[in-house]
């Protein structure tokens, strides 16, 4: 399969704790996006990558969310002293740069509770 | 700032019936306009994308989209309602092409088919 992959699809976790997931982009892909998606909402942006440069972060990442994309290939998204709040699915992307419009193709997801 | 409005939570319709779905948006820009479903337990799969050119937009599985500036809308429709098409589906918006801003995604549009 050659689509965009996330580990793990599920992790539960105690408040306090902290928790990586892991998202692999399509190959050729060289931008990379992370959402945030509670219950009944939709995706909500939460930072991207040109390559292994972090070019945007919405104002949703707060201090405790870190995420880094060291060889601008797969990317590690980090929350540290998790809350409940922090319970819902984390999303990845993946587009490649062609024209002005840039699809993107959405890994599976990490749900993540947060207990 | 762009935002995205579903106007229906829900919508059910009967199987051969029909489909759809409405979609409001804001934005200061030409906007790029796309429509995504997500199925239980798969990742999001876009179905069609307006990016300036014909303003009638043909997507996957039968859908299609008409882009109306005056009325700020992107309406997805469908002739024929098939049980396969029961899912979750999200207008979203983006100034940039969905490139460097990401995506703006509505609060989705639950499609229930009758049988």
């Known amino acids: 399969d050659t689509g965009v992959s996330q580990n793990p699809r599920h992790k539960i976790t105690k408040r306090g704790q902290n928790v990586t997931f892991r998202c692999d982009p399509i190959?050729?892909?060289?931008?990379l996006y992370w959402y945030r998606q509670t219950l009944g909402q939709g995706p909500e942006f939460l930072t991207y990558?040109?390559?292994?440069?972090?070019?945007?972060k919405s104002r949703l990442l707060s201090d405790r969310f870190s995420a880094e994309r060291p060889k601008g290939s797969f990317s590690t998204l980090e929350i540290q002293r998790t809350e409940q709040g922090d319970s819902a699915m984390y999303l990845c992307a993946s587009s490649f740069n062609l024209g002005s419009s840039y699809e993107q193709y959405f890994g599976p997801g990490t749900r993540l509770t947060v207990t | 700032a762009q935002s995205v409005t579903q106007l229906d939570s829900h919508v059910s319709v009967s199987e051969g019936t029909p489909v759809l779905l409405r979609c409001n948006y804001s934005s200061s820009y030409s906007p790029s306009l796309f429509w995504y479903v997500q199925h239980p337990n798969k990742g999001l799969q876009l179905l069609l994308k307006?990016?300036?050119?014909?303003?009638l937009v043909k997507g996957i599985n039968g859908f299609e989209a008409e882009f109306k500036k005056s009325e700020t809308s992107f309406h997805l429709t469908k002739p024929s309602a098939h049980m396969s098409d029961a899912a979750e589906y999200f207008c979203v918006v983006s100034e940039t092409g969905g490139g460097a801003d990401g995506l703006t995604f509505g609060k989705g549009t639950h499609l229930i088919i009758q049988p």
């Open positions: 307006y990016t300036s050119a014909a303003t």
């Open positions: 190959s050729e892909h060289n931008r």
């Open positions: 990558f040109q390559n292994e440069a972090q070019l945007e």
